[in-house]
């Protein structure tokens, strides 16, 4: 007998499953599958064994291993499972993102074998991806196939800076305008995050306006980490120009400088400027706050300890908070209650709390994942990689959360945020305004 292995679809957008099945082997045997994909050069690969059905069948869907690399029925278990061979990589795509990723999965039983493949893309067929470079931005901005007019999001980073491409053609992929708007790390930019003026991000918004005209003017602003903190800040700080907030993991108050830093300013000194001051932060003439927790003992290490010295300072609290009573559309938050890098579960409470305190009178959503942690992306990616080292600071450090949980995060999240989105643009129809 000969197994066979089938893969469908074969071909489709990331955030896509795909259903994986052995047939024609004995009941009872067992089947070996190994899935490999090699991620910007690098090879990453997991493995799990199955027991056939009385059918002589193996369904990721149905069935759960008896060994591998991840545990219970998990139909993409093979991909979110996946590690690195032989690297300390964290890198899930390739370079340019438009590059799909291939994963060549073999079925092994019995001497025998079968092999199969299949293709995740994060840009549709007719994506188009365009470098920003004017008015001072630097950006990519992808759009999707046809005339539009489409709603727009613009995206941006947390503390690793850089220009996050692969959200941008994600959202592209699935109807949006999207803007990934780098704000340092990037060509041209200062490599930290120290003192980024907030009229920097209010000329992308603007820009982005200007060059889409987007379907209802609606603009969107999505951010995680730093960028969950500061999309919040956005929002309340232009709410006429933004339609709607997207906070991955946010803070609820404005932090300093952190791992991010310009190390001749310090970690405690300003991250955000607004026509040229300083916007007070949470570790400014704070009683409680100490680093202590997270420089101190073996690494990895975990930001969140500290952080939670500086929220015991209610006053300092008061202070830095966002005022996201002042946004003036629709929020969404996504955190997890593991989240190693900070506490963006509290944090997340904290701003859900303040617009239920003024009736906000616009949707608010917020998914948060019990024991996920910081790194909440799109599935299906690999969510093995928990310790790393910050790529400003070097600090080894751990995002929190376990593969099953932040996997299981990156599928319901993006399942949430296009709903809501979806929900918002259909809000923010003139036509239906008007009935």
């Given at each position: 007998?000969?197994?066979?292995?089938?893969?469908?679809?074969?071909?489709?957008?990331?955030?896509?499953?795909?259903?994986?099945?052995?047939?024609?082997?004995?009941?009872?045997?067992?089947?070996?599958?190994?899935?490999?994909?090699?991620?910007?050069?690098?090879?990453?690969?997991?493995?799990?064994?199955?027991?056939?059905?009385?059918?002589?069948?193996?369904?990721?869907?149905?069935?759960?291993?008896?060994?591998?690399?991840?545990?219970?029925?998990?139909?993409?278990?093979?991909?979110?499972?996946?590690?690195?061979?032989?690297?300390?990589?964290?890198?899930?795509?390739?370079?340019?993102?438009?590059?799909?990723?291939?994963?060549?999965?073999?079925?092994?039983?019995?001497?025998?074998?079968?092999?199969?493949?299949?293709?995740?893309?994060?840009?549709?067929?007719?994506?188009?991806?365009?470098?920003?470079?004017?008015?001072?931005?630097?950006?990519?901005?992808?759009?999707?196939?046809?005339?539009?007019?489409?709603?727009?999001?613009?995206?941006?980073?947390?503390?690793?800076?850089?220009?996050?491409?692969?959200?941008?053609?994600?959202?592209?992929?699935?109807?949006?305008?999207?803007?990934?708007?780098?704000?340092?790390?990037?060509?041209?930019?200062?490599?930290?995050?120290?003192?980024?003026?907030?009229?920097?991000?209010?000329?992308?918004?603007?820009?982005?306006?200007?060059?889409?005209?987007?379907?209802?003017?609606?603009?969107?602003?999505?951010?995680?980490?730093?960028?969950?903190?500061?999309?919040?800040?956005?929002?309340?700080?232009?709410?006429?120009?933004?339609?709607?907030?997207?906070?991955?993991?946010?803070?609820?108050?404005?932090?300093?400088?952190?791992?991010?830093?310009?190390?001749?300013?310090?970690?405690?000194?300003?991250?955000?400027l607004l026509g040229g001051k300083p916007i007070p932060h949470v570790w400014e003439n704070n009683r409680t706050a100490t680093w202590a927790p997270f420089d101190?003992?073996?690494?990895?290490?975990?930001?969140?300890?500290?952080?939670?010295?500086?929220?015991?300072?209610?006053?300092?609290?008061?202070?830095?908070?966002?005022?996201?009573?002042?946004?003036?559309?629709?929020?969404?938050?996504?955190?997890?209650?593991?989240?190693?890098?900070?506490?963006?579960?509290?944090?997340?409470?904290?701003?859900?709390?303040?617009?239920?305190?003024?009736?906000?009178?616009?949707?608010?959503?917020?998914?948060?994942?019990?024991?996920?942690?910081?790194?909440?992306?799109?599935?299906?990616?690999?969510?093995?990689?928990?310790?790393?080292?910050?790529?400003?600071?070097?600090?080894?450090?751990?995002?929190?959360?376990?593969?099953?949980?932040?996997?299981?995060?990156?599928?319901?999240?993006?399942?949430?945020?296009?709903?809501?989105?979806?929900?918002?643009?259909?809000?923010?129809?003139?036509?239906?305004?008007?009935?």
């Open positions: 007998m000969t197994p066979t292995l089938t893969i469908t679809p074969a071909v489709d957008l990331i955030d896509v499953p795909r259903q994986i099945r052995v047939e024609h082997v004995a009941p009872g045997q067992t089947v070996e599958i190994t899935a490999l994909t090699r991620r910007n050069g690098v090879l990453w690969q997991s493995q799990a064994a199955f027991v056939a059905n009385a059918n002589g069948t193996v369904d990721l869907g149905r069935d759960a291993p008896v060994s591998g690399d991840y545990a219970g029925v998990a139909p993409m278990g093979l991909v979110w499972s996946q590690s690195p061979v032989d690297s300390s990589s964290r890198e899930h795509f390739n370079h340019p993102v438009t590059e799909a990723l291939v994963t060549d999965v073999v079925a092994r039983v019995a001497g025998s074998q079968a092999q199969a493949c299949f293709t995740q893309r994060l840009a549709a067929d007719g994506v188009t991806r365009q470098d920003v470079r004017e008015e001072g931005l630097v950006g990519t901005l992808y759009l999707p196939p046809g005339p539009g007019p489409f709603p727009a999001v613009m995206i941006l980073n947390g503390s690793g800076g850089g220009i996050n491409e692969p959200r941008a053609a994600l959202y592209a992929s699935r109807g949006y305008a999207a803007f990934a708007l780098a704000y340092f790390k990037a060509p041209g930019l200062s490599d930290y995050i120290s003192n980024t003026p907030l009229e920097y991000f209010q000329t992308g918004l603007r820009w982005l306006r200007e060059k889409v005209s987007p379907k209802h003017d609606f603009v969107a602003i999505s951010g995680q980490s730093r960028g969950g903190e500061l999309v919040l800040l956005l929002g309340a700080t232009f709410p006429e120009e933004v339609s709607a907030v997207v906070a991955y993991v946010p803070g609820a108050v404005v932090h300093s400088g952190q791992n991010a830093c310009d190390p001749k300013i310090g970690r405690e000194g300003p991250t955000w101190e003992g073996p690494s990895p290490h975990r930001h969140e300890k500290a952080i939670l010295t500086a929220l015991q300072d209610p006053d300092a609290v008061a202070r830095a908070r966002i005022k996201v009573e002042d946004i003036q559309g629709p929020v969404m938050l996504l955190s997890g209650t593991d989240d190693g890098s900070w506490p963006s579960s509290i944090y997340s409470k904290m701003v859900q709390d303040k617009l239920a305190e003024v009736n906000h009178p616009y949707p608010v959503e917020w998914l948060d994942y019990e024991n996920g942690g910081h790194s909440i992306l799109f599935p299906y990616v690999p969510t093995t990689q928990l310790v790393y080292a910050h790529p400003v600071s070097g600090k080894i450090s751990t995002s929190g959360g376990n593969p099953k949980d932040n996997a299981r995060a990156d599928q319901e999240s993006w399942e949430g945020v296009k709903r809501f989105l979806d929900a918002a643009v259909a809000a923010a129809n003139p036509a239906r305004a008007a009935k």
